[in-house]
């Protein structure tokens, strides 16, 4: 098990997010979390990776407790995260997104000497940029990359910290579904060849279905159901909260 | 027990007033954080105007409580005009460029007041003398008038943002401006309404302050820095522990100056806030979950 | 790593050529003085803030923590450029990794904050201490020695003094802003959030930005009394602070070369002004608002740090 989420609950205020939700994450899997808007599938990400500690339950990530700690220590476990709303960095160019991530795992990294070295990590960096096909647009200004090649970046940003678990955070939304269909596909064959495990939050059933092992559905900020994706579709909890949820 | 009635007490309502005055410019500036995100380092300044604008008002008008009414309208207005004019053009940008916005509307209101008005320090006199014995001892009336006022104005306030729609509206705001986007709501003009209000807030405090401390263009500088430290005291963006974290200061300020002199007076404010941030580095009240 | 380019070395050959120029009289050496000073000043809050995004309000501290470092050994008869400027070194350090460590621990704007008031508590500090001087500081300081016997007591020496130092804190910034480390803070400016989800423990960069400029902010502080011979509190006031940060909104953030000219720019700017007309504070004020408006890259603008084109670093 990679990822073990045992009885996560998460409360802000008098709101709450997330209530007992459990389950676990094989090695290599690709394991989606599905459900209405509000129904705390962000907030369970932003949990696992670190930004918030849940009010109750505990995370284990490789057979370690990572519950609470903060994002930056979760991320050198392995653990990598993208994010729901484009998060690079807007002000430099696409290489130096990919660069200053990838240079995080270098052996300077945090060390007195990286005050005046660079570590080179341009080869990793680019082929990052080439599997994704930004490789052209290296030397362009982040922010002026289209929603599309951003979203890709995104995943390269998270891609180029060595991960061993890849959170994808609706990495398709607002794509067109021809570039969508692009996007599962390569995000699948990336995993694939990087033996990655994948936890993904999708909206787009399509791609839920294509390329998931496994399949957890929340509500209300609690897990109705989980199985495989042909369960899941004819699970009438499920369809249900969808239906009444108001969503996809 | 006569030290505890005649020095103590009076120093501890002396401590609730300007605490409740302190809580009015943190509130303030937490607001317009929290709504606006930026941080007002003219907050200070626009309490000083407050004073100014009332004596300003008083030699037309011969009258403390027109201008009680007037000062703080005037002061409202320049706010708006300051919002719509310059912070207006900034929202949108990185949070620095706000702060030296800020920063520079600090300078030209400090000295414009300085050169207009003249950097001597200036009486208001309090609209009333005389004093009434209160538990064995005489209690300024004028004091007296200030703490019903003060816990007038807070109460109003909290029935403002607790009651009516708008202040609902701003208080969730304040955790999180974006859902006013889905409100349907003019943005614009509730940003500049707001920063009105909270100038017009911090001008009525600095009126109604002045004819107890003394009025000069620096008197500003030194609340606004002790409403940094109860804003950061109190956690940002939760408005209740600004005022709750004001009171604190407030009442420790006034007591300490019982025993110390000014200077030692602020080290020993600087290191409650010290020790608090050692201890619990969001403050009294901080949100939880915001990357800090 | 970067090497300063033949731009770089021009100027600063034409700047050791300055006091040969025709018309250089003792005032006009002392102005270009105090001009590449508070350049170099500026110029490494420009580290912390076009390059790490965070606004000190209370650099007045580091720099007037320098002056008095200097002034209470040279009180005591320790002249030694040296021994002044290591024990600035030290008492700055120490205090700005005090300030650091509580101004980083929360988000941005906690930074400008806490710098603001552990600034004014210094000041509050050394105006009011008797054995400081108070408000009158410590006067009538002798000249430095460069070494047993070689005194800068001439306004020739002087400038060459803070000339050598302009260049070596120019050094010390382009060597870090093109490391990895300056990298990151870069990627901490534009989105702090990603940069922890990195592995960046961002706190501590924040503080190793806010150390360097610090302590290159304190070597300049520690020069400054040996050209003016004095050290008072309102070296540290927060309205120093705010002329350095003009002096970098002028040159442009984020350029390190902007707010060198910049801060020369603002000396001179300064001289000519505050001589001539009392309301100095509303010109200054003013200037950050229009700068802040209509001219926010200042005169330099914000360049790309990322410069992929070799020789490209200097100037």
């Known amino acids: 098990m990679i990822l073990e989420v045992a009885d996560v609950s998460k409360r802000f205020g008098a709101l709450a997010a997330l209530t007992r939700v459990s389950f676990a994450v094989e090695a290599g899997q690709v394991f989606s979390v599905i459900g209405p808007n509000g129904a705390g599938k962000s907030t369970l990400f932003n949990v696992v990776s ?26 050198r476990r392995g653990l990598a995260k993208t994010f729901q709303i484009t998060n690079i960095f807007p002000e430099i160019s696409v290489l130096d997104n990919v660069r200053v991530a990838a240079q995080s795992r270098a052996p300077e990294s945090g060390r007195a000497a990286s005050l ?32 599309g090649e951003q979203r890709y970046l995104e995943i390269c940003v998270a891609l180029a910290t060595s991960p061993r678990l890849l959170l994808l955070d609706e990495p398709t939304a607002g794509m067109t579904p021809g570039e969508t269909r692009d996007a599962t596909a390569l995000i699948r064959n990336v995993v694939l060849e990087r033996g990655l495990t994948l936890l993904l939050i999708e909206h787009d059933m399509s791609v839920v279905m294509g390329i998931s092992d496994r399949v957890a559905v929340l509500h209300f900020g609690e897990k109705i159901a989980e199985g495989t994706p042909e369960a899941i579709r004819h699970d009438p909890r499920v369809i249900e909260a969808y239906l009444g949820g108001g969503d996809d | 027990m006569d030290y505890v009635l005649t020095i103590l007490l009076p120093q501890l309502l002396h401590g609730l007033v300007f605490g409740a005055a302190l809580g009015l410019l943190a509130l303030g500036l937490t607001v317009i954080f929290g709504l606006l995100g930026v941080m007002n380092f003219a907050h200070g300044e626009l309490y000083m105007l407050g004073a100014y604008a009332g004596i300003a008002v008083i030699g037309v008008t011969h009258s403390f409580w027109v201008a009680l009414l007037v000062a703080p309208l005037l002061v409202g207005v320049v706010g708006a005009v300051t919002e719509m004019t310059t912070l207006r053009l900034v929202y949108n940008r990185e949070p620095l460029y ?21 950097g001597d320090m200036r009486r208001i006199l309090p609209p009333f003398t005389g004093s009434t014995p209160l538990l064995g001892m005489t209690y300024p009336d004028y004091r007296l008038f200030l703490l019903a006022a003060s816990s007038l104005i807070l109460l109003a306030l909290w029935l403002f943002f607790t009651r009516t ?43 109604l302050l002045a004819p107890v401390f003394t009025v000069y263009p620096q008197m500003g500088v030194e609340m606004i820095l002790l409403a940094f430290i109860v804003v950061i005291l109190g956690g940002m963006g939760s408005m209740g522990g600004s005022v709750a974290a004001a009171f604190v200061i407030g009442i420790a300020q006034s007591l300490f100056s019982l025993w110390m002199n000014p200077q030692r007076v602020a080290i020993a404010i600087f290191g ?4 608090v941030l050692i201890v619990r580095p969001r403050g009294f009240a901080g949100r939880e979950g915001v990357l800090e | 790593m970067s090497v300063p380019g ?27 003085f105090d001009a590449l000073l508070f350049g170099a000043i500026a110029m490494s809050l420009d580290l912390l803030m076009g390059y790490t995004g965070l606004v000190s309000f209370g650099h007045a501290a ?99 003094l803070v000339l050598v130092y302009l260049a070596a804190a120019y050094a010390t910034c382009r060597v870090v802003v093109a490391s990895h480390f300056g990298r990151v803070l870069v990627a901490i400016r534009e989105n702090e959030d990603r940069a922890r989800f990195l592995g960046y423990n961002v706190q501590r960069y924040k503080m190793g930005a806010c150390m360097i400029s610090a302590l290159l902010t304190g070597v300049g502080g520690a020069i400054y009394p040996m050209r003016s011979a004095f050290a008072t509190p309102d070296l540290m006031l927060w309205t120093e602070s705010g002329e350095f940060i003009i002096s970098v909104m002028i040159g442009g953030l984020g350029t390190l070369v902007g707010p060198i000219i910049g801060g020369a720019f603002f000396t001179i700017l300064r001289d000519k002004v505050s001589s001539v007309v009392d309301w100095y504070f509303i010109v200054i004020g003013g200037v950050l608002i229009v700068i802040v408006l209509f001219m926010p890259r200042g005169l330099l603008g914000l360049r790309q740090l990322f410069e992929r084109r070799s020789g490209r670093a200097a100037a």
């Not at chain 3, 033949?6 to 102005?31: D, E, I, N």
Request: contains cysteine; aromatic residues 12%; proline residues 4%.
């Open chain 1, 50 to 75: 670190g930004l918030h500690a849940p009010s109750a339950g505990t995370v284990r990530f490789c057979g370690e407790d990572i519950t609470g700690l903060p994002p930056e220590r979760v991320n």
């Open chain 1, 116 to 147: 005046w070295r660079r570590p080179d990590v341009d080869g990793a960096a680019l082929a990052l940029l080439e599997t994704f096909g930004l490789a052209a647009r290296r030397d362009a200004h982040a922010k002026n990359l289209s929603h």
């Open chain 2, 98 to 118: 706000g702060l030296i916005l800020t920063f520079g509307l600090a300078l030209v209101f400090r000295e414009g007041a300085r050169q207009i008005w003249g």
């Open chain 2, 165 to 207: 729609r708008a202040g609902i509206v701003v208080r969730a705001a304040v955790q999180d401006a974006e859902m006013l986007d889905g409100l349907g709501v003019d943005v614009r003009r509730v940003f500049t309404l707001t920063f009105a209000a909270s100038g017009a807030l911090a001008a009525l405090a600095g009126l």
């Open chain 2, 272 to 275: 409650i806030m010290i020790v």
């Open chain 3, 6 to 32: 033949w731009r770089a070395l021009l100027v600063f050959a034409l700047l050791a050529a300055l006091p040969l120029a025709p018309g250089m009289s003792r005032y006009y050496l002392l102005l270009a």
């Open chain 3, 62 to 160: 580091f720099y007037g923590l320098g002056a008095y470092a200097t002034a209470i050994l040279m009180e005591r008869g320790v002249q030694s450029v040296w021994a002044c400027i290591g024990a600035a070194l030290l008492v700055v350090g120490l205090y700005a990794l005090v300030v650091s460590y509580f101004a980083t621990a929360r988000r941005g704007i906690y930074f400008a904050l806490l710098t603001l008031i552990f600034a004014e508590v210094v000041y509050t500090f050394f105006r009011y201490t008797q054995t400081f001087g108070g408000s009158d500081g410590i006067q009538g300081l002798p000249d430095a020695t460069l070494a047993p016997g070689v005194l800068i007591d001439t306004p020739l020496r002087k400038y060459y």
